[in-house]
């Protein structure tokens, strides 16, 4: 029994150290995977900047430094063009002349119009209230200023009729009784910019006489769209003992 025992074991261990082996040797070497990258450490997160981290500007650097910031602020001063646009502040009351058919008769309306000088008496605020013929109810909204730094007069508007902000630049005449506004939009059917035309007379200080031109449609010559004759309400009396501002 001690023999068949020891026999008995001899061929157990023998089987428990050839089956690993055989299990390697069968092994493939695509069935090994390789271990998986290791994920890469998080960046350290950057150090804001410290007023005492930034260079000490050389004297060229402070001097150029200086120059556009005088240049910034004498931009931002309002000028004789301000007060220009500034004079037309006040009340007004408009006949209006719509052209919407081509030869047929404009039709006629009113509609009143509201300037305030705003922000510090650079810019203006035009708001414009009325019926406009066959199109109806019409309000509209502009500001309107000079901007020093492009040398021109600049406007945007936008109204009920739709959705887009028209902006343009104004040319004024030597004597100053002409301003041309000329108004960018896009077209909607073309989705190309197409430009409108408004002309300003000021026959008088209380009076003036605008026109609108503009195209009927892509590739149509330029007509007249509405011309509106303004006349300035005059100025509500003080009461005695109000201040002069």
Known sequence: MTRMNSAALAIILTAGLCAPLALAQGEKPADKKPPAP???APAAPAKPAQPGDMKKPS???MKKMMEEQAAWEKAGKAGAE????????????????SYEMPGQPPAESTCTETITSVLGGKFTKCEVSGEMGGMGHFEGLGIYGYDN?????TMAWADNMGTCI?????????????????MNLTNPQTHKVEHMREIEHFVSDNETHMEMWGSMGAGTPEVKMIEIDFTRAPAADKKPGTATK
């Not at 301000?82 to 002349?97: D, M, P, S």
């Not at 730094?149 to 007069?153: E, P």
């Open 166 to 182: 028209m902006d343009g630049t104004g040319e004024l005449s030597a004597d100053k009784k002409t301003m041309t506004w000329t």
């Open 59 to 61: 004297d060229e650097e």
């Open 82 to 97: 301000h007060e220009f646009l500034k004079k037309a502040a006040g009340n007004w009351t408009g006949k209006v002349k």
């Open 38 to 40: 290791a994920a890469p």
């Open 149 to 153: 730094a492009k040398q021109k007069y």
